[in-house]
């Protein structure tokens, strides 16, 4: 790769270990990516935060990178394993606390914002159109590539981290305009009437797409909340942290090279719900902010839940920014009179759980996908308005 002489002062050391350290990680991705060179980034975001998925190795790392590592661009994190302040009422023990804590106060040594959020575009980190960033968390790739028109490739944990260190990154993959044409087309031939819906959307168009880039045909519109959920979905089942929807996102460079083009049905649409949906009757707990809840969101579950009361445990899953933002609209206390919990800094996907079994009702297909993971749910897969219900209720129909 060409270093620029900044660049080989950086992992030459001479700007602290941890910037070295950095760059050393950076250079070894960029030669097994076939990069020229580096770009610099206007801004990261790191997932790899919750302790729960980095485990008492990671945290050592991080403490490690922090004693001298200092960030050089605006960088926010990822969901933590916990709400910050109210963890206690999630049911998480001390000693989890105690470690995800010390995670969390690494990353702020660094000089990252405790953002702890899915959605950083919402609070703050928002790239415009063609600038390179470095991002990690799946569904906000695919907001900044798509929906912002910035450029990224999906970071792991330390490459989001080394980015930030030393504020560049290798220039491939995504950050190239040839890699950024869309190579797979769809027509939706389906109404979209619910973000869960869009998330069934994106489970199909993820597996079938299988990494290409897609442009997806037929849709009239969609909303913030749609797009979230589309994404999120997207990328979780297989799909590029890239896609166009033809009269919504930017326009697509000329796509010459289309290598597969269907149209998806709503038969293919129940297919993917179903197959999300593990069929018990009743629900242990109801989650929806996966990814986190934008403050319009939040002022529709308000409304939708007033006067109200949940039958169970209820989690509304949200940035802390986005929260005390509610707080002064007096959202927050609306929805939290009902007796579901406004969940900041993480969601039940990242959470330790400790509920083996339990049945949970979201409105996230990526959800599903990581309830069934690390915390072995079952998951039911429903709109907003069928969540509500299950709330109230304690059962899903």
């Known amino acids: 790769m060409r270093l620029t002489t900044e660049e ?51 945290l050592e790392w991080l403490e490690e990178m922090a004693r001298d590592g200092r960030v050089r661009t605006l960088t926010t994190l990822n969901p933590a394993g916990m709400d910050l302040e109210n963890w206690r009422g999630q049911g998480v023990t001390e000693e989890f606390a105690e470690r995800q804590l010390r995670l969390v106060r690494a990353y702020e040594r660094m000089g990252i914002a405790p953002t702890c959020t899915c959605t950083p575009y919402l609070v703050g980190n928002l790239p415009a159109p063609g600038e390179h960033v470095a991002w990690a968390e799946s569904s ?25 260190l030393t504020g560049r990154t290798p220039k491939y993959g995504l950050h190239l305009a040839e890699h950024r044409t869309p190579t797979f087309e769809a027509v939706i031939d389906v109404p979209l009437e619910s973000t869960a819906d869009w998330g069934a959307l994106g489970c199909v168009v993820g597996r079938r797409s299988q990494g290409r880039v897609a442009l997806l045909r037929g849709i009239p519109n969609a909303d913030l909340a749609a797009l979230k959920s589309f994404g999120a979905a997207l990328v979780t089942f297989g799909g590029s942290p890239l896609y166009y929807l033809d009269g919504i996102t930017r326009a697509p ?33 109801v989650s929806l ?89 079952k998951m039911h897969l429903g709109s907003v308005e069928q969540c509500i219900a299950a709330a109230l209720s304690g059962r899903w129909t």
């Not at 070295?20 to 020229?36: F, N, P, R, S």
């Open 8 to 58: 080989r002062s950086l992992l030459a050391g001479e700007c602290g270990r941890a910037a070295g350290k950095a760059m050393q990680i950076l250079v070894a991705l960029g030669e097994i990516y076939g990069a020229e060179e580096m770009v610099s980034v206007s801004s990261v975001q790191i997932a790899g935060v919750s302790f729960h998925n980095l485990g008492e190795a990671g």
């Open 140 to 164: 906000a790739v695919a907001f900044a590539n798509s929906v912002l028109g910035a450029r990224t490739n999906r970071e792991g944990g330390p490459s989001a981290l080394a980015a930030a």
């Open 253 to 285: 460079p000329d796509a010459p090279d289309i290598e597969a083009s269907l149209v998806i049905t709503p038969e293919d649409l129940a297919a993917a719900r179903t197959s999300l949906d593990d069929g018990a009757d009743h629900v242990d707990l």
């Open 289 to 377: 902010g996966c990814p986190h809840l934008s403050l319009g969101e939040l002022a529709a579950l308000a409304d939708r839940l007033e006067g109200q009361q949940v039958a169970t445990e209820t989690w509304i899953c949200t940035a802390r920014p986005t929260a005390e933002a509610a707080r002064q609209a007096g959202y927050a206390q609306r929805i939290e009179r009902t007796g579901a919990k406004l969940v900041c800094d993480t969601c039940f996907a990242v959470a330790p759980l400790n509920r083996h079994g339990a049945t949970v009702a979201t409105d996230s297909a990526k959800g599903c996908f990581y309830g069934r993971g690390h915390n072995r749910l």
